[in-house]
């Protein structure tokens, strides 16, 4: 009797054991079944870089606008593109509308053109847009007029009731 217990549990435990072995084997072959994705392989672009032209408003000459982009290559996707852009209002036109420029203080008007000039450095363009490293622009010089002699004599007048506050 003695050996039929323990002839049992034996027999339950290479049950269990052939079962487990059998699971790990089915598992083992679906996994070997799979394909295995290649990695994904680095593309190297062939394309050049954006080359963008010079930003057209839709109205008017400053305000939202459009550029159109270009570029190069053997196996680009995508060799030209649309992109919004805009041209400050309050920019100087006349040095191109993606050139920023600071100026300096008008200078003293020359009396032989009747013309006062400034110079400007540039500052900063937009979308590397090809700008002058310096301009001058000129101006009409308006009305020559002597300075007027009220203001100085305001300026006293201001002192003096200071002067008369403080004695009070």
């Excluded at 190069?72 to 041209?87: L, N, P, S, V, Y």
């Excluded at 300026?155 to 403080?166: L, N, S, Y």
Aim: charged share 30%; hydrophobic share 30%; aromatic share 8%.
């Amino acid at each position: 009797m003695q050996s039929q217990q323990y002839v049992q549990p034996r027999r339950k435990f290479a049950a269990a054991f052939l079962a487990f072995i059998f699971i790990l084997a089915a598992v083992d072959t679906a996994e070997a079944g799979k394909k295995e994705k290649p990695e994904k392989k680095v593309k190297k672009s062939d394309c050049g870089e954006w080359q963008w032209s010079v930003c057209v408003p839709t109205s008017g000459d400053c305000g939202l606008g459009t550029r159109e982009g270009t570029r190069t290559g053997a196996e680009c996707k995508q060799t030209m593109k649309t992109q919004r852009c805009k041209i400050p209002c309050n920019w100087k036109k006349q040095f191109g509308a993606e050139c920023k420029y600071q100026f300096q203080a008008w200078g003293e008007c020359d009396l032989n053109t009747a013309l006062k000039t400034r110079t400007g450095s540039l500052k900063r363009a937009l979308h590397n847009a090809d700008c002058q490293k310096t301009v001058t622009i000129s101006k009409p010089c308006g009305k020559l007029t002597k300075p007027k002699p009220q203001a100085e004599s305001k300026k006293k007048k201001k002192e003096g009731k200071k002067q008369e506050k403080m004695l009070d």
